[in-house]
């Protein structure tokens, strides 16, 4: 099943695009799984995800914690944090 993982701000900027569709690999079963995968991919993906505990996480829209299963999740969104102005 594909899973669309969609980058905001500056982690869309450090990884040079705004969206993508990917076919998760076996294992990978949390919000933190997924990050880990990620970073893995290339180096655009570890400058972008290099702290990996700054970075917030909504499934299918919804915020969730990096320890949340992303079983059957539609869509990942991953952005930094935001500060209020």
């Known amino acids: 099943m594909s899973t669309k993982l969609i ?3 500056w982690v869309r900027e450090r990884i040079g695009k705004p969206e993508e569709d990917v ?3 076996a ?3 949390t919000v933190a799984d997924l990050l ?3 970073k893995s991919r290339g180096e655009e993906y570890e400058n972008a995800l290099q702290y ?3 970075i917030r996480v909504a499934i299918n829209q919804e915020h ?3 320890r949340e299963k992303i079983a059957g999740a539609r869509e990942i969104a991953l952005f930094p944090p ?4």
């Open 64 to 66: 969730v914690g990096h």
């Open 23 to 25: 076919e998760l690999p």
């Open 7 to 9: 980058y905001f701000a």
């Open 82 to 85: 935001m500060t209020g102005g």
């Open 36 to 38: 880990r995968w990620l």
């Open 27 to 29: 294992g990978i079963e």
């Open 52 to 54: 990996p505990d700054v």
